[in-house]
């Protein structure tokens, strides 16, 4: 069995589904995460009218909506299920009150939003991220303990080499949560006397692709694989290293052709 590629369609929030569909299907992607944040042509206040219009428009061109980043309100909860886009992903931020209290306060959000993934039938997928977020795979996990199974952890290569962590460690503890495997990659440099996080190519970063697709093969995972199309360097534009990146992960994943 076949991985469904997908793409963050964040480098082309502004455009139309049937316009965005047909550029990211001739990147070779077959999934999208689609923003619906207020930058964004679906925003949370339209979502309810422009969601289930868009994803018609992407599975038209032959791509499936595998999630959308945004809030867990229920207008956007409501309208993933009109759309039928299984999950929303949000990450949990860390306020000045500090990381114990921001942990206590993102576990009640969480808390709050069972009644309605249980009246849409929708998950809520928690991605690491560097910085003022909850920021490993081990610290999102402890806050999805004793949630329903609803609540989805979204496995991220970058963040999780970030926060100093190897997928043949927290791939299987993740493993009875795992909802989508995200794939970017990233170094430090240098820059005005500090070292800064720095987004680049496959080949280029912390995060061994290789060693993510030989974890998913032992787990027998068969989800979504995302890359999020996240770059520092603007010189090249992202569809030309989304391009290159998918043919490194393909290439990565059918060394372990019992997913293939």
Not at 26 to 47: K, S
Not at 194 to 212: H, M, N, P, Q
Request: charged share 20%; proline share 6%.
């Amino acid at each position: 069995m076949s991985y469904l590629w997908s793409v963050f369609t964040k480098p082309w929030a502004g455009l139309p589904g049937d316009e965005l569909g047909r550029l990211i299907a001739g990147l070779g992607f077959g999934g999208a995460e689609v923003p619906v944040r207020d930058t964004a042509y679906v925003t949370p206040a339209n979502a309810e009218a422009e969601l289930p219009r868009f994803t018609g428009q992407l599975r038209a061109e032959g791509i499936e909506p595998i999630s959308v980043a945004s809030d867990l309100s229920e207008r956007v909860f409501a309208a993933c299920a009109e759309a039928g886009v299984p999950t929303i992903r949000i990450m949990a931020e860390l306020g000045a009150d500090g990381y114990a209290a921001s942990v206590r306060r993102n576990r009640e959000l969480l808390e709050q939003a069972v009644v309605l993934t249980e009246r849409y039938d929708v998950q809520v997928g928690v991605q690491p991220h560097h910085g003022r977020f909850v920021s490993s795979t081990l610290g999102v996990l402890q806050l999805l303990d004793g949630l329903p199974d609803r609540y989805k952890l979204v496995w991220d290569a970058a963040h999780d080499a970030l926060a100093g962590d190897h997928p043949a460690v927290t791939l299987p503890l993740a493993a009875d949560r795992l909802g989508i495997v995200n794939l970017k990659n990233v170094h430090y440099v240098r820059t005005d006397g500090t070292w800064k996080t720095y987004f680049v190519e496959a080949e280029d970063g912390l995060s061994d692709w290789t060693a993510v697709f030989a974890t998913l093969q032992q787990l027998g995972y068969d989800g979504p694989i995302c890359l999020t199309g996240q770059y520092s360097d603007p010189a090249v534009p992202a569809r030309n290293r989304l391009e290159n990146d998918l043919r490194f992960a393909v290439t990565s994943a059918a060394q372990h052709p019992s997913r293939q």
